[in-house]
């Protein structure tokens, strides 16, 4: 049983190899497009929850959504109510390279779930989910800087 996490991370780091060689002609790297699509499908997003979504340290997500805007494909707005809080938005290059993104990623979805009936792919998708939730249980408890215990 101890495989099941060594064969997600494998699927995991194949797939972020591919688009990360597949989106290096738009200067995207690292990850980075993850980032631009949950600022594209969350416009006014704030950083911390970005972070949040795709499980990294506040410290990485900084640093990838710091590129992002160098590089033209978000901007940080002021929140209406708190001048401190900065929300994130695609701009026009963001939004126009998203398609492309959502493409790729719906591509990658079908590659791996070939061979899969429907009914399958829903109960992998609940069983993955569930894994998911388990392991966030612990991703919050070290985030807060305590020790598991094993």
């Not at 290096?24 to 969350?42: A, H, M, S, V």
């Not at 002021?78 to 290059?93: A, V």
């Not at 398609?99 to 899969?116: I, M, Q, T, W, Y």
Request: charge should be positive; aromatic fraction near 8%.
């Amino acid at each position: 049983m101890g495989e099941i996490l060594r064969e997600i991370g494998m699927i995991a780091r194949a797939l972020d190899s591919i688009s990360n060689i597949e989106f290096k002609e738009f200067d995207l790297t690292k990850g980075q497009y993850l980032y631009l699509i949950r600022i594209c499908e969350n416009p006014g997003i704030i950083q911390e929850k970005v972070a949040e979504m795709i499980k990294v340290d506040r410290t990485t997500a900084a640093r990838a959504i710091k590129k992002l805007e160098i590089q033209g494909f978000i901007e940080k707005k002021d929140d209406d109510q708190n001048k401190k809080i900065k929300k994130l938005h695609p701009t026009k290059k963001g939004k126009k390279l998203y398609p492309f993104l959502k493409r790729e990623g719906d591509h990658s979805n079908k590659v791996a779930l070939s061979g899969f009936s429907e009914e399958e792919a829903e109960v992998l998708f609940d069983l993955l989910q569930r894994v998911r939730k388990n392991v966030e249980v612990d991703w919050d408890f070290v985030k807060k800087g305590n020790k598991r215990e094993y």
